[in-house]
């Protein structure tokens, strides 16, 4: 290279950097110069203390139906209260759903958490890979009436079938609002055999522009109206125009039409509900840490020499306050951004040899991978791994499998039994 050239370089480079800088901070995916971050709230994820509210929105006061009801996205408690709401056949509830409300399954120990209710998933196992049943993976385990039971035996003998733990969704108003470029510096920063892969979804909200993704135990989606539109169709049987059809197609069973089961018009939630269970969750604290004891810091120190943080990546920062997310839909509050944040996850999905073999939002390539769950809140999860099959940590480690688990898993088996001690103290703080 001649001196010219790298002067000239010089010169590009620094005017780049000047007009970089003097964009002013707008669209995710843009890196800005903003002021010191700080850290998350969080909650001590205990029920008897009322710290779950982050200061997005107003907080109100907790619903008394009997005094009066709850309006959606009045505030946090009204959001709050029609989030752990059960809905009834007269709300639409059905024909083919797993529970009633989003309370029931993410309760504890606090609203918004975990719970032992698992869904069912399957398909057929064929020489070209995971073929899904009429009407879809998910196979709903109620049905308001007997005779559209979904049920496996309709597909029977050659199906493969698989279970989906409840996630945790406190603290995921700052999980969306990490800019999809953070997420790719985190994977640039990944060494070979550890990087994840990035996939980009629709978000429903945006009419179905892309994103990237973040939630879900396949990176199924990336902002919280698109989830809860998921869940309260995919759930609850909730038609709703953030389900992905525009709130216009009834879940079947097994591929067969439930119409004349259901007298209510769709869509059955005109959005405001999907709403208000958005931003409940994005009003809600980050997980808290459990007591740190000395076993704990050595424990922490192994977690990062065993290369689990290069996966579990310990500390993230939300975009800041006012920027433009979720594909033109959401503008970053003061409240969610500009926060450092522990979620011990990069969001991205890795194959490390635990895959159901379902296809997801990603596409054939992510058959087998699975995201990073966020390890904040994990000492409430008992069963562990995206089918609850781990009950220990031990175990949960030993599912590890590819590069770069395998060297986790590997490393980890070599420790004395006091270090192995260690780290799981460390992972039951989080
Ligand atoms: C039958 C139990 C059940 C009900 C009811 C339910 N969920 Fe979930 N939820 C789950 C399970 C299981 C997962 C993990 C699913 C997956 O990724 O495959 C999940 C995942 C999520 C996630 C992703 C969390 C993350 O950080 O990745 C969000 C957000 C969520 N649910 C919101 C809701 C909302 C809102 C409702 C009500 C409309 C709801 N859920 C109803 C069981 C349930
Ligand atoms: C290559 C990336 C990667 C590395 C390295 C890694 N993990 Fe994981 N971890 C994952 C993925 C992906 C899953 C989810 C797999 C599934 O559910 O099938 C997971 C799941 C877990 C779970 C279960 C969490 C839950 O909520 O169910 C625990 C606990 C865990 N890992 C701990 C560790 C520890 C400790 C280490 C280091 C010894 C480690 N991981 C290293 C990617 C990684």
């Known amino acids: 290279m001649t001196k010219t050239v790298k002067i000239l370089g010089l010169i590009l480079f620094a005017t780049l950097m000047v007009l970089a800088m003097s964009v002013p901070r707008s669209i995710e995916g843009q890196s800005t110069a903003s002021a010191q971050p700080a ?87 064929t020489f070209n890979g995971f073929v899904n049943p009429p009407g879809g993976s998910l196979i709903h385990l109620r049905a308001i009436a007997a005779t559209i ?38 994977r640039n920063n990944q060494p070979f055999g550890f990087k994840g892969t990035i996939i980009n979804v629709p978000v429903a909200e945006a009419g179905g522009k892309l994103r990237v993704a973040r939630f879900g135990w396949k990176n199924q989606h990336a902002s919280l109206v698109s989830f809860s539109g998921d869940a309260y169709l995919n759930e609850m049987g909730i038609t709703n125009r953030f389900d992905g ?10 591929g067969a039409s439930v119409e004349e089961y259901d007298a209510v018009p769709d869509p059955e939630d005109d959005g405001d509900d999907v ?16 007591p740190i004891t000395p076993a704990v810091l050595r424990g922490e120190d192994l977690f990062h020499k065993a290369a689990c943080s290069i996966c579990h990546t310990p500390s993230i920062t939300t975009a800041p306050a006012g920027t433009v997310i979720n594909a033109g839909e959401f503008t970053v509050p003061a409240a969610l951004g500009n926060k450092v944040i522990h979620p011990f996850s990069d969001f991205m999905l890795h194959d490390i040899g635990s895959g159901d073999g379902i296809v997801q939002n990603g596409g054939e390539a992510t058959r087998n991978m699975v995201r990073t ?24 480690i030993q599912r590890h499998a590819g590069f770069g688990g395998t060297f986790s898993r590997n490393f980890f088996n070599n420790l004395s039994n006091f270090q192995k001690a260690d780290l799981i103290a460390f992972l039951k703080s989080l």
């Open 39 to 125: 850290e998350a709230p969080t909650t001590a994820l205990d029920a008897r203390k009322d710290d779950l509210f982050n200061g997005f929105g107003a907080k109100g006061s907790p619903i008394d139906e009997c005094v009066s009801a709850p309006v959606a996205n009045r505030s946090f408690e009204d959001n709050k209260f029609i989030f752990n709401e059960l809905e009834s056949l007269e709300d639409g509830l059905g024909p083919v759903y797993n529970d009633a409300g989003c309370g029931s399954c993410h309760q504890a120990p606090i609203i918004g958490g975990i719970s032992q209710s698992k869904e069912l998933r399957a398909g057929f196992a």
């Open 149 to 186: 039971q979904e049920r496996l035996d309709d597909i029977a003998p050659n199906y493969k079938s698989t279970l989906r733990t409840t996630l945790n969704t406190i603290g995921d108003g700052y999980v969306e609002a990490i800019a999809g470029g953070t997420i790719g510096n985190i």
């Open 245 to 254: 059809n525009n709130g216009q197609m009834e879940n079947t069973s097994m």
């Open 275 to 290: 709403q208000a269970f958005a931003n409940f969750m994005r009003a809600t604290r980050a997980p808290g840490r459990g």
């Open 373 to 396: 769950p966020p390890l904040w809140g994990v000492r409430t999860r008992v069963e562990m791994m995206h089918d609850g099959l781990e009950l220990n940590f031990a175990d949960a």
